[in-house]
């Protein structure tokens, strides 16, 4: 083998080292944001999962209801006027679709 090609052969092996360090590296800073984003992640297949059976969702608010009609009312109000603002803020920020 010439010189050459050895010295290459040599500054590729040192260079996959380098790269097999820097995921290393990356994975051990990368570690908490896993359990961040696991959470972001489950979040979201709850969201997806409300959004698939709105029949469950009448049934529980149906139930709230029946079981405490008072407090159903004032979080009802509550959740409307959330809905509100945020209804606003999408507007202003992003202008109305």
């Not at 995921?23 to 051990?28: S, T």
């Not at 984003?37 to 029949?55: I, M, N, R, T, Y």
């Not at 009609?69 to 202008?95: D, E, H, I, M, Y």
């Amino acid at each position: 083998m010439s010189t050459s090609r050895l010295e290459v052969a040599v500054r590729h092996g040192a260079l996959r080292a380098r790269i097999a360090a820097q995921r290393e590296d990356l994975a051990k800073h990368a570690a908490p944001l896993e359990s961040a984003l696991g959470g972001a992640d489950k979040a979201l297949a709850s969201v997806d999962w409300l959004k698939h059976h709105p029949a469950a969702v009448a049934a529980a608010a149906a139930v709230i209801v029946l079981v405490n009609p008072k407090r159903a009312w004032r979080w009802s109000k509550r959740g409307f006027l959330v809905l509100r603002g945020w209804q606003t803020v999408r507007n202003s920020l992003f202008g109305s679709r």
